[in-house]
């Protein structure tokens, strides 16, 4: 049973252009959460998408956007980069029923915007 | 005031010992507490999970919650190098919140052989 899958591992952009990083969530999930780690800090919660649509969005500008598909999978878009967005991108899925919070990670997409 | 507060260390004990790692938290609308392993470069891993005060065992690991001093626990008996990590701790509103998590800053755990 495949966990939390994330494309691609590394990436390197710079400064001003847009990236989309994609995430397939565990089997049996069907909701999905975008975090952003910078080095040396916790995530931070960026959004969740369940049922396609944005159900809950953290203190991020609009530049960061996101989409889920029929199949659950989710992708995060970045624009207009800045040096600022380098961190490591996490995406956790989870069950979309109340009382049932467990979140299970992805590897990371290491986003480097030079 | 972050509203979850994590002592970064590092942390450095010798094999064998008992490991005490811990979080403060400010936000009392907090139900759903989790610890999570970090090796470096890498995602997460879900350790232990919590709802509302009361101890939790698994192997090795107890996870404690006090949620009337917003204090949460994780203790690791018989350390080992493997355990050598970043330990972090995440807890959530309820579900009108979406269980975003509110992550601490980990610790650093490093247990030496």
Redesign the interface.
Known sequence: DAG?T?SPTHLIKTRGQQVTLRCSPKSGHDTV?W?QQAL??????IF?Y?EEEE??R?NFPDRFSGHQFPNYSSELNVNALWLGDSA?Y?C?S?LGL??D????????T?LTVL | QKEVEQDPGPLSVPEGAIVSLNCTYSNSAFQYFMWYRQYSRKGPELLMYTYSSGNKEDGRFTAQVDKSSKYISLFIRDSQPSDSATYLCAMSADWNSGYALNFGKGTSLLVTP
Request: glycine share 20%.
């Open positions: 939390v994330q959460s975090y040396g800090q916790g995530p931070q919660f969740q369940y159900r809950q953290g490591l996490l956790a989870s109340p009382g919070n467990e979140q299970f990670f992805g590897p990371g290491r």
